[in-house]
């Protein structure tokens, strides 16, 4: 077999002719050159190919440990936030009990009558003390700063409530003070006839007077002493036009000789209340009012009621 190679009009034309040894073993060395040089840039690529395989699985690989990482960074963010604002929370409600227990503080100073300056709820109490030197064996963690917060609610409420029955009492002793007989019946005025035995102004004889008499003009106010219920208003033979007031506890207290009377039987009257008006009417010689105190059925001497200062 031969192999004709032309060329130009100038070169001519060659032939090779197969069956020489020379040229065959030439052209199976070409030959086997391109199949090495065909294999070589095959395994090249391959490798190559392998390689960008591998470096894609390991950036995959990279991304998904970021994103776990990132979904743990948001968990942990989220549930510190809930933290705080379940601190924030318990913060509130302690500083609105705080606020309760201080005006608390402030109504018992006023109904206890303690002096200005003794109670300052509005401020801090003063404390001290030398810092403490134990070893310390970890820092206040947030369970802890919770328990303790816990702790110091379940403080206040028992304080709140202590503070509420103290009230109570105080409250309880204002409303039995204010139910007990103290202060004159007019706005201004004298004792003109005490309590005891005196010669009668009428009869001029020895008798028995189981009140105090208080001059005053015709019209002027008669008050009541002391909170309570009138049990009587209305005409007596010898008082005139009269009121008894029922305070409680056994108390009750009288005015007599009434110009009028400005309440009726089954009235809550309060302490200083007007209830009729100062006349001479009944068994009198003149303009005022006649008043008595009575304790469980008996008159007695008003004296310490008149002189007390509600």
Not at 84 to 93: C, H
Not at 117 to 134: A, R, S, T, Y
Not at 156 to 185: C, I, K, S
Not at 201 to 212: E, K, L, M, Q, Y
């Amino acid at each position: 077999m031969n192999i004709i190679l032309t060329g130009g009009t100038r070169v001519g034309s060659k032939v090779i002719s197969l069956t020489c040894p020379r040229i065959r073993v030439a052209i199976g060395a070409i030959g086997v050159s391109m199949l090495a040089v065909l294999v070589g840039c095959g395994f090249w690529a391959g490798r190559a190919l392998q390689g960008d395989m591998a470096s894609s699985s390991d950036v995959t690989q990279m991304r998904d440990k970021l994103l776990a990482q990132q979904a743990q960074l948001d968990e942990t963010e989220a549930k510190a936030k809930r933290d705080l604002d379940a601190l924030a929370m318990q913060l509130g409600e302690l500083q609105a009990q705080a606020a309760r227990l201080n005006a608390l503080g402030l109504r018992l100073t006023r109904m206890g009558k303690l002096d200005d300056g003794e109670f300052n709820f509005g401020e801090l109490p003063d404390v001290g003390g030398p810092e403490n030197q134990l070893p310390v064996e970890q820092d206040f963690l947030a369970p802890e700063f919770s328990d303790t917060l816990d702790k110091l609610r379940q403080q206040f409420n028992a304080q709140a409530e202590q503070l509420g029955v103290l009230e109570t009492l105080l409250v309880d002793r204002d409303l039995e003070a204010e139910f007990m007989p103290a202060g004159m019946p007019v706005r201004s005025g004298f004792i003109s006839s005490s309590f005891g035995y005196r010669v009668d102004p009428i009869s001029g004889r020895r008798a028995f007077h189981a009140g105090v008499d208080f001059d005053g003009v015709k019209g002027a106010d008669v008050l009541s002493v002391a909170t309570g219920v009138v049990a009587f208003a209305g005409r007596h033979p010898a008082y005139g036009n009269m009121i008894d007031i029922d305070h409680g506890n056994g108390y009750v207290t009288r005015y007599a000789h009434n110009d009028k009377n400005v309440v009726k039987v089954g009235d809550v009257v309060q302490a200083g209340q007007l209830i009729g008006k100062l006349g001479a009417t009944g068994r009198a010689t003149g303009s005022h009012v006649h008043f008595e105190v009575w304790f469980e059925g008996k008159p007695i001497n008003p004296k310490k009621f008149v002189t007390a200062i509600r």
